[in-house]
Structure formats: structure tokens, C-alpha cells
């Protein structure tokens, strides 16, 4: 097993992500806890030190299964990760209770790690309205040593990351951020890394496989991967990219079978990090995937300076992209409900004049009536 120092700490590289538990008849949830327990226990007989669970996974189950299997193991023997779920907001003035609760839940005294959970444009004033304490309380619980190591995860653009981070970033231990080798442009994770380096914060990564996509590429392109490594099983590229990234301390894997988790405690055995030609091959890849299903916006801004409506076409499209290649998903559909009715795309009057001067030919009113269709 790789180890990260952190602080004083030496942290397993591969942590076990608790959002993605077997199930029973397929029921998210319904824990298959004796399978569940299985994998925690193999995962800490090979070197796995660090658990995240949260709030919300498996409808709230998540943090009692986790919390019965470890339990059965010495309380030094492991490092356990939970977050305050400000992703609702209508938490946000329960931040004790829930808290208290969570303790209960996952049978500890303290947590090794605790997270302001998804900081985002919805719910960025409300975690910065001091009305709620939840700072003042956490922090309060890290003097106390509830919590051992105080930090947040995002899925925001890096303008609200740098909001949060000026308000509350001298307590910020460490930044969970989505990152793997599609959306270091898809979501701009790259731009986050940076932010975090700027910042020296360390890395915990989540999604390295993207929900499972990048675990099962389309045959020509794991074919040009596999001759670069032919020892290497796809989804181990995914993880050998993050290697390669400055700052990374912890990557995140939300395992469903012992299979999966087999597959990545081999991976994590040795550190061998994409060279530089590897990791053209697979930008190329990556740029392959986006091309099928996004649409080829360069972000020129012409179009902006065009649109009677004011819109941020470029952003727009960019989120479109994201939910297209997503299928959906809650990241595309949370940003858009974050902007004012004015500026989304239903806003969008058809008048074409954006498509005028596009020099990709995209086009924009057709891709904004059926954005604003896919959000209802």
C-alpha cells in the first residue's frame, strides 16, 4: 500500500468511500452489511487506513453500517471521515444535532476528519451567515478533539471555492474536489488544483472513476491505453493519472464489490505515475469521449457580446456539456438552480444572433431550448 504523509499522519493513498456498498435486491438503502463488513475488514488487513462515509449515503445507513464494522476493530487501527450535510440547506441551523448524532451513529468518541459536505454556489451564503455557527461549532469540536482534522468538499466553481476558502481557509486542513482525467477540463478541475496548491491545502480526491465510467472505456480506446501498459486494467489509468497530480494526499473509491476493491488494493501497491507520453494518450482519450457527446464551445466569448438576453453563453454551454455527458446528474442541474431565473437558459429568446458569430457553428439557441427542457 501507497502512504501519504499528512501532518503527523501516514494516510493509505486509496481510501474506502462508503457511498457505493453492496446492496441487497438493489436497493440503495438496504447495506448488504455481511458483504460490507467483508470488504472493510480485507481493506484494513491490506493496509487501508482511512473510511469516508457521510449524512446522506444510502439514505442515512451508510454511517451506522460503517460504524458497526469498524467497530469491531481497535479505534487506532483506522481513520474515519464524515461531513456536516450542508447540502441541503435546510440543515444548516442543525449543526449540533446532527452532529451528536452522527457520533452515535458511527459508535466513536471523535472523528479523524470531519467536512463542511458539497460547498456550492446553492448553499455558499448560507455556510458564510455566521446566523447558522456551524464554523464557530466545528471549530469549537476541533478544540475539543472531536474532531481531529477540520476541511470541506466541493463540487463548486473555483470562484466559490475562493469565497469560502478566504472566509474560513485558515482552518481548512485539506479540500475534497471530483477529479479524474475527464474533468480536469469538463469541470475545470484543474483550476481547482491549482487553487489548492496556491493555497497549500492538500488534495482528497472523489469520483476518480467518474461513477464507474472510466472504469470501462470504449474498446478503442482501452485498446491504445493497453499497449502503452498492457499489465494495467483500465480503471487503474484513472488512478495512475492522479499519481501524477501535484497535492493529491488521499483518492477516494467508492467500491460495491470485493472485485473492485481486489482490483484497486493491487493498483495501489506501487506508485507509477503517467509520463509524459502516457498522459497525452490519455488526454486524447479523454478528448475523444467529450468530442461524442459535448458540443466543441472554446469558451471565445463572441457570442456573449451578442446575446440581447445578457446570457454567459460559454458558461452555459459548458454546464451543458457537463450534463450531457453525465446523463443528467446533480452538478449541472445544482448550478443552474444557483443562477437568477434571468440568466439561465430558458432565458434564451431563439434570436440566433449568438450563432452569427460563432466560429464553431454551434448551434446555441437549439442547445439552450433543450438544456431548459432537460432541467423540468
Not at 479505534?75 to 442543525?94: C, E, H, I, Q
Not at 472523528?111 to 459536505?117: A, G, R
Not at 455566521?130 to 463540487?155: C, E, M, V, W
Request: net charge negative; proline share 5%.
Amino acid at each position: 500500500m501507497i502512504y501519504k504523509d499528512f501532518q503527523d499522519l501516514k494516510l493509505s493513498m486509496l481510501g474506502l468511500g462508503t457511498m457505493r456498498l453492496p446492496l441487497v435486491d438493489g436497493k440503495d438503502a438496504v447495506i448488504d452489511e455481511p458483504a460490507a463488513q467483508q470488504m472493510i475488514d480485507t481493506a484494513l488487513e491490506q493496509g487501508v487506513n482511512y473510511f469516508d462515509t457521510a449524512w446522506g449515503y444510502h439514505g442515512g445507513n451508510s454511517e451506522l453500517a460503517v460504524g458497526r464494522a469498524l467497530k469491531k476493530h481497535p479505534r487506532k487501527s483506522f481513520y474515519l471521515a464524515t461531513k456536516f450535510p450542508g447540502y441541503d440547506v435546510n440543515n444548516m441551523d442543525k449543526v449540533e444535532e446532527i452532529f451528536e448524532k452522527q457520533l452515535e451513529k458511527c459508535q466513536v468518541d471523535y472523528f479523524d476528519f470531519y467536512l463542511f459536505h458539497n460547498v456550492c454556489e446553492a448553499n455558499i451564503d448560507a455556510y458564510l451567515n455566521p446566523q447558522y455557527g456551524i464554523y464557530d461549532y466545528l471549530t469549537r469540536q476541533k478544540a475539543n478533539g472531536r474532531i481531529r482534522h477540520l476541511g470541506f468538499s466541493a463540487h463548486a466553481s473555483v470562484e466559490v471555492m475562493e469565497r469560502f476558502l478566504d472566509a474560513y481557509g485558515g482552518a481548512m486542513e485539506f479540500c475534497q474536489i471530483q477529479l479524474n482525467y475527464l474533468d480536469w477540463t469538463l469541470q475545470n478541475a484543474k483550476a481547482k488544483v491549482e487553487l489548492l496548491n496556491a493555497r497549500k491545502i492538500p488534495i482528497w480526491v472523489m469520483e476518480p472513476l467518474r461513477g464507474g465510467r472510466l472504469a470501462n472505456l470504449p474498446r478503442t480506446a482501452a485498446g491504445k491505453l493497453s499497449a502503452l501498459r498492457p499489465d494495467e486494467k483500465t480503471p487503474a489509468w484513472a488512478f495512475r493519472f492522479l499519481q501524477a497530480v501535484p497535492g493529491v494526499t488521499m483518492i477516494l473509491s467508492g467500491m460495491s464489490s470485493m472485485e473492485q476493491l481486489t482490483d484497486n488494493l493491487h493498483t495501489f501497491q506501487t506508485d507509477a505515475p503517467l509520463n509524459a507520453s502516457e498522459q497525452e494518450a490519455l488526454q486524447a482519450v479523454a478528448d475523444e469521449l467529450l468530442k461524442k457527446k459535448t458540443l466543441p464551445c472554446t469558451a471565445c466569448h463572441y457570442c456573449v457580446s451578442h446575446c440581447p438576453q445578457g446570457l454567459d453563453i460559454p458558461a452555459l454551454i459548458s454546464i451543458y456539456n457537463d450534463h450531457l455527458f453525465s446523463d443528467g446528474g446533480f452538478v449541472p442541474s445544482m448550478l443552474v438552480s444557483s443562477m437568477p431565473e434571468e440568466k439561465r437558459p430558458g432565458a434564451c429568446v431563439g434570436c440566433r444572433s449568438c450563432e452569427a458569430v460563432c466560429p464553431q457553428e454551434i448551434k446555441i439557441s437549439e442547445a439552450m431550448a433543450d438544456f431548459s427542457e432537460k432541467l423540468k
